[in-house]
């Protein structure tokens, strides 16, 4: 069975720092592995996803992930954080059709 | 492109009543998902569609709950009677597919008194 663990509940980190959002998979075969972003009141957007290639998958609004087979994780990362990035962030993985979300983990930026 | 529309946004109604949830995907998307998000809970899928066809409905929480989609253009989620623990954000998403990613309404925040 697939499932993706979120450990952090919430990350802080000053504006202008390098932001890090952890994630885990454990999942059969090759992963499809994505991350979306929720912002109050709306739906879940796409970010970034793996599903082959180059481990290093860069994504949206400056964000990139990094998928490392060895550790089964897919961390998202950016170099400089906005306050713009407090929101709600989703680890999610899946096969074909159906994808298995994490917890979600709030991202807190301060100015 | 619209995305997908989720209608209505708001819903507060009382216990016992009937709620439906309306949702059109993105046109050309053949895979449509419905998802349910609470706080206890976080974000689960309740059943999805492929080419109008129910695939996996393990989620549905119980038979008050049933999802119809009588087109490639439109899907209802239907909860009837409704009970206060239903109230929760219901989302709708689509996607083309073979990995692609699924694409998200924004919700209808659902309240039962």
């Known amino acids: 069975a697939q499932s993706v663990a979120q450990p952090e509940d919430q990350v802080n980190v000053a504006e202008g720092n390098p932001l890090t959002v952890k994630c885990t998979y454990s999942?059969?075969?090759?992963?499809?592995l994505f991350w979306y972003v929720q912002y109050p009141n709306r739906g879940l957007q796409f970010l970034l996803k793996?599903?082959?290639?180059?481990?290093l998958v860069k994504g949206s609004y400056g964000f990139e992930a990094e998928f490392n087979k060895s550790q089964t994780s897919f961390h998202l990362k950016k170099p400089s954080a906005l306050v713009s990035d407090s929101a709600l962030y989703f680890c999610?993985?899946?096969?074909?059709?159906?994808?298995?979300f994490g917890t979600g983990t709030r991202l807190l930026v301060s100015p | 492109d619209a995305g997908v529309i989720q209608s209505p946004r708001h819903e507060v109604t009382e216990m016992g009543q009937e709620v439906t949830l309306r949702c059109k995907p993105i046109?050309?998307?053949?895979?449509l998902f419905w998802y349910r998000q609470t706080m206890m809970r976080g974000l689960e899928l309740l059943i999805y569609?492929?080419?109008?066809?129910?695939?996996?409905d393990s989620g549905m929480p119980e038979d008050r709950f049933s999802a119809k989609m009588p087109n490639a253009s439109f899907s209802t989620l239907k909860i009837q009677p409704s009970e206060p623990r239903d109230s929760a954000v219901y989302f709708c998403?689509?996607?083309?597919?073979?990995?692609?990613?699924?694409?998200f309404g924004d919700g209808t925040r659902l309240s039962i008194l």
């Open positions: 999942v059969s075969g090759n992963p499809y």
């Open positions: 569609f492929n080419n109008n066809v129910p695939i996996d």
């Open positions: 046109s050309g998307h053949n895979s």
């Open positions: 793996y599903i082959t290639g180059d481990n």
């Open positions: 999610a993985s899946g096969g074909f059709q159906k994808l298995v």
């Open positions: 998403a689509s996607s083309p597919g073979g990995g692609q990613p699924q694409h």
